[in-house]
């Protein structure tokens, strides 16, 4: 009897371990910078399938390491952004060989250890701008703002680390793009791996009386055309083209062949002042933008909710990034996923119902 009871138990339990998160036409990601095991838990707990890391180094032995404590969990390391030192590429100064040659190598470690796509930027101070961390979103919840011509408060300062202060003309950072695509662009190629380039975040032409090249959707579109290759590719920030005003639906279509990775995020106002929201209360239609994805062919790449609002309990320690927005953030993200998906598999059978002779 007690036998038979542990042998009902065991079943049930081996039931469980066996549920997987169920396939969707975008692989649902999470950024954990150093990822902690209460992270990749909760990560895997709630649908994610990709997990998002900062540069942990160029060596295999450091890319291959990180992917096995992520894959322990049932989860892959898909895509390695922010803080891959890249200066003196973006600015042409001396030493950017030997950053373009530690770009090489971590791409091959990427090929090699299974990490699909490379999030890189072309930002003069290498990483995004806020005002103010603390602006009330609905019930309290806190978000940050920009505002043209204030100055920066974001405690998130570690990716400014490189920022000496150098203002590079937009001519000649269009120049460094192409030199710098130019020599990884084969070796992407070669490794199985896949740029995404993001755009400067703020999106301004002049962030702190420094000149940016990527503020746009035609911008990016150039940068993808610069150097064709599938491996040379965008990551399409939905949060970012809507604070620089532009119709992030028509942004979508015009460069989805390019789109290798989405950071679903949208925004309230458009620069010179603009702040961030949860994903169901900005101005942008997001439903929409699901749909137009999937319709464009953007499929099986990583989509991730990017900046979310600081809830209740949470210190804003790292804001945009704290746990509870994001856990809720996943949860819209694999729902409208959900509606899309099966809303077409249900408008198709539908039709199918309604062609049969004699109904
Ligand atoms: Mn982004």
Redesign the pocket.
């Known amino acids: 009897m007690a036998s038979q009871k542990a042998a009902k138990k065991a079943k049930t339990l081996a039931f469980e371990s066996e549920r997987l998160p169920r396939p969707r036409f975008m692989r649902p990601a999470l950024l954990l910078m150093v990822p902690s095991e209460h992270h990749l838990r909760l990560a895997a707990q709630i649908g994610v399938t990709d997990i998002v890391c900062a540069y942990p180094g160029s060596s295999y032995e450091e890319v291959a390491a990180l992917q096995a404590k992520i894959a322990a969990f049932g989860l892959r390391m898909t895509v390695i952004e922010r803080l891959v030192p890249h200066d003196k590429i973006v600015h042409g100064k001396a030493g950017r060989e030997e950053q373009i040659e530690n770009f090489k190598t971590l791409i091959r470690s990427m090929g090699r250890a299974g990490v699909k796509t490379l999030c890189y930027n072309w930002m003069p101070a290498d990483d995004w701008s806020r005002c103010s961390v603390t602006e009330p979103e609905r019930g309290g919840a806190l978000v940050t703002n920009w505002i043209e011509g204030q100055v920066s408060a974001l405690a998130d300062e570690e990716g400014r680390a490189h920022d000496d202060g150098t203002a590079t003309s937009a001519e000649q950072l269009w120049l460094n793009l192409e030199y710098f695509l130019k020599a990884v662009v084969p070796v992407a190629e070669e490794a199985g791996v896949e740029l995404a380039l993001?755009p400067d975040?703020p999106p301004v032409p002049v962030l702190r009386g420094k000149p940016q090249i990527m503020y746009n959707v035609a911008a990016m579109e150039r940068a993808a055309q610069l150097v064709p290759s599938p491996a040379n590719g965008l990551c399409f920030?939905q949060?970012?083209f809507a604070s620089g005003g532009e119709d992030v639906l028509a942004g979508i279509r015009r460069v989805a062949p390019y789109i290798k990775y989405v950071?679903f995020?949208d925004v309230v106002g458009a620069v010179p002042h603009f702040q961030e929201c949860f994903q169901d209360n900005g101005k942008t239609d997001m439903a929409a933008c699901m749909a137009a994805y999937k319709e464009a062919g953007v499929r099986d790449v990583a989509i991730r909710p990017?900046h979310v609002p600081t809830l209740d309990g949470e210190e804003n320690d790292h804001p945009g990034y704290e746990m509870l927005g994001r856990l809720w953030a996943v949860g819209y993200i694999n729902g409208m996923m959900d509606t899309i998906e099966h809303g077409a598999k249900r408008a198709k059978k539908e039709e199918a119902e309604l062609s049969q002779p004699g109904i």
């Open positions: 993001h975040d920030c949060g970012t950071h995020r990017d």
